[in-house]
């Protein structure tokens, strides 16, 4: 007999899966027992089905095959009975069918799961980028409209310098009388402490009539610290004053930063 050849033919797989008849199975054992290389050669393909079941099964733990596998060792050996052979092969490839299986939905779960995740991270993402395209256009409008009312040929710009409740402290009104509004360009401003707001007054000098115009509301926050506010006033000054929270009636001549007057 050629070994070789016999091992080569294809048979031993077969034998292995179960696919033989009972008289076909008789003869391979009777081979595998008469020829130790042949047997050698049965329990190598066993091994080799056993790995394969592992690999393609992405979704099972190490454990879970230890588990099964050593229930697997209990069921599959190499049987001298041709009528025992058959049936334990079939145990094996039902064993087999259900790890791939539920190894198979598992993976689909997994995947679906992160797939969701990945979705959502990307939706999330995309909503913030229009958000901030959306900001950083109006931005761009408002910062164009703002150029646009400084240039205006009928603006006249007053220069507010700082007083003795800050002698750094400066200031410029935008003031538009078309428009009725005035801009304060409050850059030059020290930040306020808590609970006070500065608040804006045209003046009158002769006599001295101060009228409050608006108060600089949130001004920590603004980066630009450019404030539009209405004036209807015939005013021939302007001054800032630093007020309790929420503004004054009449000014605190005490905490005035700064004071400029319109020119002719």
Known sequence: MDIEKYIASGVLELYVTGALSPEENLEVQHYAIKHPEIKKEIEAIEAAMLQLTKTVSPGLSQNGFQKIKSELDDTIQFLPSAAERKPQWKSYLGWA?????AA?????????????????????????????????????????????????????VVALG?????????????????????????????EPP???????????????????IGLL????????????????????????????????????????????????
């Open 104 to 156: 198979g939905l598992t993976w689909v779960y997994l995947d679906n799961d992160r797939l969701k995740s990945d979705i959502e991270v990307t939706n999330k993402a995309n909503k913030e980028l229009e958000e901030m395209l959306l900001e950083s256009r109006s931005e761009v409008a408002d910062k164009d409209a703002l150029l646009q009312a400084l240039r205006d040929k009928n603006v006249t």
């Open 217 to 264: 509301e949130d001004f920590v926050t603004d980066e630009n610290k450019m404030f539009t506010l209405s004036n209807t006033n015939s005013s021939e000054a302007f001054g800032i004053t630093l007020e309790p929270e929420g503004g004054s009636e009449t000014p605190t001549l005490e905490q005035l930063y700064t004071l400029g007057a319109v020119g002719p």
């Open 162 to 190: 700082g007083q003795d409740a800050s002698p750094g402290a400066y200031a410029k009104a935008y003031w538009n009388k078309s428009e009725q509004n005035v801009i304060i360009d409050a850059q030059g401003l020290p």
């Open 194 to 212: 808590t609970g006070y707001d500065y608040q804006v007054w045209s003046l009158k000098l002769d006599p001295l009539t101060p009228t409050s």
């Open 97 to 101: 069918a259900s790890l791939l299986f």
